[in-house]
């Protein structure tokens, strides 16, 4: 029993403290101050994640705290930083768009704030309540925000197709854990791998972890849980569509390292095959579901998954440089993304937002920069060299084949070539068609995103050595 | 220790006959009437264990607002169950052959139950002796002190609810017209009667 006295440590825990009590000032100012209030409340939004990332990076101490619920390790610190910036960005990006189509609103910015802490606390969990938790934290926050267009039948369809399947992942990962704390005893990820540790294991933590790795996968949409993926992308706002494809999958593949590694590692030729079976699996639907595409988001969704794919494919290999690899892909795959939807965003005629791929026919010549910036991107997002995608993908094979898993690595790169198909495609509609007239000019914003994201995947080689380093530092947390 | 016996298959079974009815009755009310009787029963069979705290949550919880608002949403939806069911031989073999491999699933699982003996040794955490405190103290000792952080994170979990539920629902209708009490008490007109007639208003 634990007295006043010895109060848990809050030092691992203060990007949290500072995000959450922040987001309920924030609340107030947005309940006191009416829809007035809602670009101050964007901007101090964007400005605490700003300020819970400096905590994060010099104020925070490593640790354990809440009798072993919360650890800050320098994976889980790598990792937020990717989830903040995606949130911060996606809070950025909205600010046009949500002007522009009239859903600007105060409670926008604080729901990413707690889906953010949310986020955190799942990056963060070293128990399996905490890990549930944070999940459902960052979920429910996510459903909301896909129905936030609530006079569209499209985005308020987004938002209950995900709440009724993300519903249904949530049971299919707390009956996994309830199984796994049934026959190990514990909840806590060290002690439940130190009782799984003792002897062989026994058939109902194999039951449960396939119930876990289900509800995850569902939140990574990998297949086969990712059908919400093209209808909720699709249907939610575009912002909302460019957050759900950033942060939220960096912290839900955080999570995945974190349960499969931390807590059930001693498991590992059980869940290994798992994990093999959803990266192929992910990877070949991705590469060629997207082929038939017409509509931008939903292409991206379908991108994502293949993305996701390829990112297990470190997991699957479970060794120090596949979650390396898994990290540096995380890393990567966030910049690209943000850099993609600054572009999504951008395409508005007329007053309307366009979201066809043909729509962005001849954008060579009617807007040649971010034509170039883009078709880099999505050269990256296709894996070719010298771009950011090229090394993350290289990253992953190379964990892939030091675990000797050779096959998996030839089918991961068949699928990338496959792959290079769509994103190619887009870029030849870019460069080679008729134009369809010219955009309206990009806001500020977007043109800040873009660049830095375009900076950012163009010059990756000149970040290659820090970023490998910070990551390899960040993967030795587990081994 | 008879008696105590007959209280217990007295409670389970209406517990388990209620529940069939939830699920059987035609009409959604009674259902969630039998609902409400299962909650009842369940509530007996904890007071029965000794956790009466648990038992008054279940009945404060569940039968309190739970089910209420179940009821108030079958009242108001009026949803006609009838043909929700319509469907119901078409999906039958499918549905049993789904619940006949969770069933398997289950037995499985069950069979190849063992505690192991370390396990017990080490619960996430230690029973205190019933004798010496209450479960009510015992909950809150735990829930406020080694359980604050999910305690708390839970509290966040339903705040998002809550501002969901707003986000998504309310909306500021211009020309809807509310009552202002201080402006009504705060009339200096002289108050009149006027004789309206039917359908015309003043």
Same mark, same amino acid.
């Given at each position: 029993m634990m007295d006043l006295a010895t109060f848990p440590s809050l030092a691992p825990f203060l990007p949290e403290l500072v995000l959450a009590v922040g987001a309920l000032v924030l609340l107030m100012v947005g309940a006191f101050g009416g829809e007035r209030s809602t670009p101050l409340v964007t901007t101090l939004a964007v400005l605490l994640i700003a300020v819970a990332g400096l905590v994060l990076l010099f104020k925070a101490e490593d640790g354990v705290t809440f009798g072993g619920a919360f650890v800050l390790d320098p994976f889980a610190r790598f990792m937020k930083v990717l989830a903040l910036i995606g949130s911060g960005f996606a809070i950025v990006m909205s600010v046009n768009y949500s002007k522009r189509e009239k859903i600007?609103?105060?409670e926008y910015p604080v729901l990413i704030l707690l889906a953010t802490v949310g986020m955190l606390l799942m990056i963060s969990a070293n128990d399996l309540i905490a890990a549930y938790l944070g999940l459902e934290l960052q979920s429910l926050a996510l459903y909301v925000v896909a129905a936030? &267009?609530?006079?569209?039948v499209k985005s308020t369809e987004a938002g209950l197709k995900y709440f009724v399947l993300g519903a249904l992942s949530s049971g299919m990962l707390l009956y996994g854990m309830s199984l796994i704390y049934g026959f190990?005893?514990?909840?806590?990820f060290e002690s439940i791998a130190s009782t799984l540790a003792t002897g062989p294991i026994p058939i109902g933590v194999v039951f449960g972890l396939v119930f876990v790795i289900s509800g995850i996968a569902f939140k990574v949409s990998a297949?086969?849980?990712?059908?919400w993926t093209p209808d909720v992308y699709e249907g939610a706002p575009t912002p909302v569509t460019a957050f759900f494809a950033a942060a939220p999958k960096a912290a839900a593949i955080a999570l995945f390292v974190r349960v499969l590694l931390g807590s059930l590692g001693p498991a590992a030729a059980d869940w290994q095959q798992v994990i093999t079976f959803i990266a192929i699996a992910s990877m070949i639907l991705g590469a060629f579901a997207?082929?038939?595409?017409? &509509?931008i988001k939903r292409l991206m969704a379908y991108s994502s998954i293949g993305h996701m794919g390829f990112a297990l494919v470190g997991l699957a290999a479970g060794n120090q440089s596949g979650v390396q690899g898994i990290i540096i892909y995380m890393a990567i795959y966030v910049a690209m993304t943000l850099g993609a939807f600054a572009v999504i965003l951008f395409m508005r005629r007329k007053g309307q937002m366009v979201e066809e791929?043909?729509?962005?026919?001849g954008l060579s010549r009617t807007h040649p920069v971010i034509a170039f910036i883009f078709a880099m991107i999505l050269f990256s997002l296709a894996g070719i060299?010298?771009?950011?995608g090229f090394f993350a993908k290289w990253y992953v094979f190379l964990a892939a084949i030091e675990a000797q898993l050779y096959v998996l690595a030839v089918i991961g790169v068949l699928s990338s070539v496959v792959g290079a198909y769509y994103y190619l495609r887009i870029v030849k509609i870019m460069y080679f068609?008729?134009?369809a007239g010219a955009f309206e000019p990009m806001p500020g914003e977007l043109r800040f995103v873009l660049g830095l994201s375009g900076v950012f995947v163009i010059l990756f080689v000149f970040f290659a050595g820090p970023l490998g380093q910070a990551a390899s530092v960040a993967a030795k947390t587990f081994f | 220790m008879i008696l105590h016996t007959i209280i217990f298959y007295l409670f389970s079974g209406i517990t388990i006959a209620s529940a069939l009815m939830v699920i059987s009755s035609r009409n959604p009310v009674h259902s969630v009437l039998f609902l409400i009787l299962a909650f009842f029963n369940a509530a007996g069979l904890f007071v029965m264990l000794g956790a009466e705290f648990l038992a008054m949550m279940l009945v404060v919880?569940?039968?309190?607002a739970v089910a209420v608002l179940f009821l108030f949403v079958v009242m108001m939806l009026d949803v006609d169950f009838a043909e929700l069911r319509q469907g119901f031989l078409q999906y039958l073999p499918i549905g049993a052959l789904i619940g006949v491999v969770l069933l398997a699933e289950l037995v499985i699982v069950l069979s190849g139950w063992a505690f192991a003996p370390e396990v017990l040794a080490n619960p996430v955490q230690a029973i205190p002796d019933m004798t010496k405190v209450t479960n009510t103290e015992a909950i809150g000792r735990l829930l406020y002190t080694d359980y604050i952080f999910f305690f708390q994170t839970a509290g966040f979990v339903l705040l998002v609810a809550m501002i969901g539920a707003i986000v998504l629902t309310l909306r500021h209708k211009p020309r809807v017209k509310r009552q202002n009490i201080a402006e009504q008490v705060g009339r200096t007109q002289k108050v009149d009667l006027h004789s309206v007639e039917p359908g015309k208003g003043i």
């Open positions: 600007a609103r105060f936030s &267009n609530r006079d569209s190990t005893g514990h909840t806590q297949v086969p849980f990712h059908m997207a082929i038939g595409q017409r &509509n791929i043909s729509d962005l026919a060299p010298p771009l950011a068609d008729e134009p | 919880v569940y039968v309190g």
